[in-house]
Every structure is written in structure tokens, then in C-alpha cells.
């Protein structure tokens, strides 16, 4: 079973394509990697490591970097309760299925 510091291979593989999307999304920004990690307040380095999808950085640094990008909107919108369709599902079938009127009838 995976430790926390070792998220299963799902999570890494996310992880890893969060951090070709943003090296991408720099890129596209035309910003080096030191002007980005100095809007992010971070290191060169730190940033290297968020590109790579490297799971030991902190979910902060993400949001910082995604910030820096502009793109922080996304990462709010990611566990939104208005898109979570199985949630919804669940929270609909533990509803009571008959609704009884106070008539007795």
C-alpha cells in the first residue's frame, strides 16, 4: 500500500501532466523560469520540481505557480461540488424515496 509520500501511480501520473501543462502554459507566456519563480515567491529549482509534477512539493507552491500563471481558477474549480457528478449521485440516492403527506390518506 503506497505511503503519503508515495501517491499511487494515478496521482503521480496527474501530477506529472499538471507539471508539463504548466512548464507548457510558461512557455506559451514566454516567461523564464526565473521570472516565473519570482512571481511565485519560489526557487528556480522549486519550479523545476513543479514542472516535473514532483509530489513532494506542497499543494501550495502548485496554487502559487498557478497563480503566477493566472490560472488558479482552475485548481478552485477542481473538487467543485456543482461537478462532481458521483457525489451528487450519492447525495441524491440517500434521499428518502417516499414523502409522506400529514393527511393520514
Known amino acids: 500500500m503506497p505511503t503519503p509520500a508515495t501517491p499511487p501511480s494515478a496521482a503521480r501520473r496527474a501530477l506529472r501532466k499538471?507539471?508539463?501543462?504548466?512548464?507548457?502554459?510558461?512557455?506559451r507566456r514566454r516567461l523564464s523560469m526565473e521570472l516565473l519563480a519570482e512571481r511565485a515567491f519560489t526557487s528556480?529549482?522549486?519550479?523545476?520540481?513543479?514542472?516535473?509534477?514532483?509530489?513532494?512539493?506542497?499543494?501550495?507552491i502548485y496554487a502559487s505557480v498557478l497563480h503566477a500563471l493566472g490560472l488558479l481558477d482552475g485548481l478552485a474549480m477542481t473538487a467543485d461540488p456543482?461537478?462532481?457528478?458521483?457525489?451528487?449521485?450519492?447525495?441524491?440516492?440517500?434521499?428518502?424515496?417516499?414523502i409522506r403527506t400529514g393527511d393520514g390518506g
Open 18 to 27: 499538471l507539471g508539463a501543462d504548466i512548464r507548457e502554459a510558461r512557455k
Open 44 to 60: 528556480r529549482k522549486t519550479l523545476q520540481r513543479v514542472e516535473a509534477g514532483d509530489p513532494m512539493v506542497s499543494v501550495g
Open 82 to 98: 456543482g461537478t462532481d457528478e458521483l457525489g451528487r449521485r450519492l447525495a441524491a440516492d440517500a434521499l428518502p424515496k417516499r
